[in-house]
């Protein structure tokens, strides 16, 4: 028994001087400074979805004005100002009438879309008009304002 300790004992002092312990050197990657600011594109498949062809719609030849419905206007012995704010709310706009020309007396009986209705009481009353669209206002003033160049 005492020689199978020895040999054990041998056999480990052999073990141990040939086996020396080093510590693993760690290496460091190094990579590259970064040549995008932003991330790739992704890839895309060459198969994709896509819709179904249809046909090009030609575009319009002549731009016309806007399409605007037919009314019946009667509005008799009334004033500038009255007959204008009536049109105005029918179509859902603003109207905008000069203090000085408000009273003007207007009497229409007309059937025609709102500009045509706006041209006779304009007639009627010697005056001029505009009509905004994108701000949706009828202003009504007594002479074409002359452009001023500042």
Request: charged residues 25%.
């Given at each position: 028994?005492?020689?199978?300790?020895?040999?054990?004992?041998?056999?480990?002092?052999?073990?141990?001087?040939?086996?020396?312990?080093?510590?693993?050197?760690?290496?460091?990657?190094?990579?590259?400074?970064?040549?995008?600011?932003?991330?790739?594109?992704?890839r895309y498949s060459r198969?994709?979805?896509?819709?179904?062809?249809?046909?090009?719609?030609?575009?319009?030849?002549?731009?016309?004005?806007?399409?605007?419905?037919?009314?019946?206007?009667?509005?008799?012995?009334?004033?500038?100002?009255?007959?204008?704010?009536?049109?105005?709310?029918?179509?859902?706009?603003?109207?905008?009438?000069?203090?000085?020309?408000?009273?003007?007396?207007?009497?229409?009986?007309?059937?025609?879309?709102?500009?045509?209705?706006?041209?006779?009481?304009?007639?009627?009353?010697?005056?001029?008009?505009?009509?905004?669209?994108?701000?949706?206002?009828?202003?009504?003033?007594?002479?074409?304002?002359?452009?001023?160049?500042?």
């Amino acid at each position: 028994m005492l020689k199978k300790n020895w040999l054990f004992l041998c056999g480990l002092i052999l073990l141990n001087s040939s086996c020396t312990f080093r510590t693993k050197e760690i290496e460091v990657e190094k990579y590259q400074p970064a040549v995008h600011q932003l991330p790739r594109e992704p890839r895309y498949s060459r198969l994709t979805w896509s819709n179904v062809p249809k046909p090009i719609v030609p575009a319009a030849e002549t731009k016309g004005p806007y399409m605007r419905k037919a009314y019946m206007f009667d509005v008799p012995n009334s004033n500038l100002f009255e007959s204008v704010t009536i049109l105005a709310t029918s179509i859902g706009y603003e109207a905008v009438v000069g203090e000085e020309i408000k009273n003007r007396s207007v009497s229409v009986s007309k059937e025609g879309t709102t500009l045509e209705i706006l041209e006779e009481i304009c007639r009627q009353a010697n005056v001029s008009s505009e009509v905004d669209d994108k701000s949706r206002t009828i202003r009504v003033f007594d002479r074409v304002p002359v452009p001023r160049f500042y």
